[in-house]
């Protein structure tokens, strides 16, 4: 087993010994918030995401090919928290679809009255709906750095107009098709992000991860108003949590408390209950 790639959360391994043209991605159970990986594991995060995303991947099918080859000859340590994929030339760009207005999109809206360069109606604030889903890319930044807004011509220049626009509608369907089925769980998808690469035969393929708690900030519909800060199912906790301290943003990360690392834990759990209609079940019970 060679480790090829080592993210903030996920891991990708070259398993010879299966197939040397399958690619092993482990989630792991570490929390990063800012672009810093912090110090402190989330118990059972890792297989949660993966369940998710799993779950987003079929779904999500018709509308897009993914990297998902399967769960079959998974390493002992790894399980429920690997899937073997075939390996994609991931694209630099972070694609991210918004229905709500919250987060960066929202200083960025403040700033300067819209966001990725889509401009935005007057009055909006904290937690409102957006007229229609938009697409507001973002850079790919090493881990460390910051991703930076693009503007949908920035992709065209980056890509090409045809790859640009492929992802703002796959984005833009793939959020659609997934609030719309979290509605039916009570849960409000804010936002989402996406991450495209191209496999052997120069196709556009969905990778990474598809609408997990990492990826995304969930709202319960039942609270939801705007104006104000959303309960989330997400690690926007954690990032609250992080603004009570006296930390830069910047590494080493904070150790986190047991009681925030319980918090998170259970809204992972509770949102894959809401979105799947299963009770989570530990892999490692």
């Known amino acids: 087993m060679k480790l090829v790639h080592s993210g903030k959360v996920r891991e990708l391994y070259l398993d010879e010994s299966v197939d040397p043209a399958e690619l092993l991605l482990v989630a792991s159970d570490r929390l990063s918030i800012y672009d810093v990986v912090l110090p402190t594991p989330v118990p059972d995060k890792g297989a949660i ?41 991931m694209l630099p760009v972070e694609c991210i679809a918004r229905g709500y207005l919250t987060g960066l999109g929202l200083k960025e809206y403040q700033r300067t009255g819209a966001v990725s360069g889509v401009r935005l109606p007057d009055g909006l604030v904290e937690g409102s709906r957006l007229p229609e889903p938009i697409f507001t890319p973002t850079t790919k930044a090493p881990v460390g750095e910051h991703d930076e807004f693009m503007t949908f011509d920035d992709v065209v220049a980056l890509l090409g107009a045809d790859v640009a626009t492929r992802l703002r509608d796959l984005t833009l369907e793939v959020y659609r098709r997934g609030a719309e089925s979290a509605a039916q769980g ?59 301290l006296d930390w830069d943003r910047t590494a080493p990360g904070p150790e986190v408390p047991d009681d925030v690392v319980q918090v998170v834990r259970d809204r992972y759990a509770e949102v894959y209950r809401r979105i799947t209609g299963k009770t989570w079940e530990s892999p490692t019970a």
Request: charged share 25%; with cysteine; glycine share 8%.
């Open 49 to 89: 995401l993966t369940a998710l995303s799993l779950y987003w991947f079929e779904r999500t099918s018709d509308l897009v090919p993914n990297h998902v080859l399967g769960t079959h000859d998974v390493p002992a340590e790894f399980a429920g928290r690997a899937v073997r994929c075939r390996p994609l030339e």
């Open 186 to 244: 009570g849960i409000l998808v804010a936002d989402t992000k996406l991450e495209f690469g191209r496999d052997a035969t120069g196709e556009i393929v969905l990778g990474d991860e598809v609408l997990t708690p990492d990826s995304s900030r969930f709202w319960p519909v039942d609270s939801y108003e705007p104006g104000r800060p959303q309960f989330s199912f997400d690690k926007q906790y954690v990032r609250d949590w992080s603004a009570s």
